[in-house]
């Protein structure tokens, strides 16, 4: 299943899953998502880390869309 959305300023695609996968991020149901703001990505995960949180800020709504999706 795919979710999207817009908040704070930062735009989400997330595709989840019902069950975990070692796929997932840690193991999770999270297997694809990215996280943009003003136009570029500041998180990217796809199967595994590509592009890492970099600012306290990005972290925060990484974790917050990992505790609600994963």
Do not use: C
């Not at 149901?29 to 990217?44: A, F, M, P």
């Not at 890492?52 to 917050?64: C, H, L, N, R, T």
């Amino acid at each position: 299943m795919w979710s999207q959305g817009k908040e704070n300023g930062y735009s989400h695609w997330v595709k989840h899953y019902d069950t975990g996968s070692e796929f997932g991020i840690d193991g999770g149901r999270i297997s694809k998502l990215q996280i943009s703001r003003d136009g570029l990505t500041v998180v990217s995960y796809e199967r595994g880390r590509d592009v890492e949180p970099k600012s306290g800020e990005d972290k925060a709504f990484f974790d917050k869309l990992v505790k609600k999706y994963n």
